[in-house]
């Protein structure tokens, strides 16, 4: 039950695009389909903003997207805004209903 | 509108022992798996335990198994972490989290639990 790695930190600029990868394992996220990102502001509760590697929750701004290839997953903020800035975190299922987390990435919007 | 309050924290002393619940509502409890993910002060996000809607299948991060124990009442719409044998790692903010096609839709604001002689 390793963490998935994520860079600790990324920054972008209003309106540019920024990625964040996930890094796991083929006993995690390249095993499964259900990698999920949240994101969480100081002292607030997690927000779901991906499910299954690519689906977004109702609400979630299209800017959002999630995508994966082999044991890494990503998330992508098309059109960065200044209310983005927070910490990001990705999740996988990893089997035997079990489920492990990234590091987390604090996302600033210079 | 779904709502979960956790409640139960507070301090304990190092090998004490604390239950947390989880109220919810707005949602047919009985229908929805959920689990428990803690947060260490300025650290990341932990799963710790998982709990299946009726089914009774139930699993622990290596972190806590042996310690900890999840448990549900789906008369009273409440989930509850018996915490055991508790050490400074085990200090943080604990959320319960409602399960839906592998994601965690829906958290409560967070109980803290802190250990501390």
């Known amino acids: 039950q390793s963490a998935l790695t994520q860079p600790r930190s990324v920054s972008g600029s209003p309106g540019q695009p920024v990625t964040i990868s996930c890094t796991g394992t083929?006993?995690?996220?390249?095993?499964?389909?259900?990698v999920s990102w949240y994101q969480q502001y100081p002292g607030k509760a997690p927000k779901l903003m991906i499910y299954d590697v690519s689906k977004r929750p109702s609400g979630v701004p299209d800017r959002f997207s999630g995508s994966k290839s082999g044991n890494t997953a990503s998330l992508t903020i098309s059109g960065l805004q200044a209310e983005d800035e927070a910490d990001y975190y990705c999740?996988?299922?990893?089997?035997?209903?079990?489920?492990?987390f990234g590091g987390g990435t604090k996302l600033t919007v210079l | 509108e779904v709502q979960l309050v956790e409640s139960g924290g507070g301090l304990v002393q190092p090998g004490g022992s604390l239950r947390l619940s989880c109220a919810a509502s707005?949602?047919?409890?009985?229908?929805?798996?959920m689990n428990w993910v803690r947060q260490a002060p300025g650290k990341g996000l932990e799963w710790i335990s998982y709990i299946g809607s009726s089914r009774p299948i139930i699993d622990y991060a290596d972190s806590v198994k042996g310690r900890f124990t999840i448990s549900r009442d789906n008369a009273k719409n409440s989930l509850y972490l018996q915490m055991n044998s508790l050490g400074d790692d085990d200090t943080a903010v604990y959320y319960c989290?409602?399960?839906?096609?592998?994601?965690?839709?829906?958290w409560g604001q967070g109980a803290l639990v802190t250990v501390s002689s």
């Open positions: 707005g949602f047919t409890f009985s229908n929805y798996s």
């Open positions: 083929s006993s995690d996220v390249g095993a499964y389909n259900y």
């Open positions: 999740c996988s299922y990893a089997g035997s209903f079990t489920w492990v």
């Open positions: 989290a409602r399960d839906y096609s592998y994601g965690l839709w829906d």
